[in-house]
């Protein structure tokens, strides 16, 4: 038996997003503790974990103003819209 649909795909699509944004939640804090460990200073910790934060709205931006694509595809973590 298998399963599919709009409703089937969009939950699949949804919960590997959210596990993967669980997993990079994990990734930034345990890189977080390690800098920290190492650099003993919280601003240069706090300030290199804002930059990596700051470089996805950026890079979003530039994908889609500066290349002009309409839209994120699932390989960029977004839903595509659908086609006209």
Do not use: C
Not at 41 to 58: C, G, H, K, Q, Y
């Amino acid at each position: 038996m298998t399963f599919g649909g709009n409703y089937i795909t969009d939950h699949q699509i949804k919960s590997a997003l959210l596990r993967d944004i669980l997993l990079s939640l994990v990734g930034f804090f345990s890189i977080s503790v390690f800098m920290l460990a190492h650099t003993f200073s919280l601003w240069l910790t706090f300030t290199a974990m804002a930059e990596i934060a700051v470089s996805f709205p950026v890079a979003y931006f530039f994908h889609t103003v500066a290349a002009g694509q309409e839209y994120a595809g699932i390989l960029q973590v977004a839903h595509p819209s659908p086609g006209p």
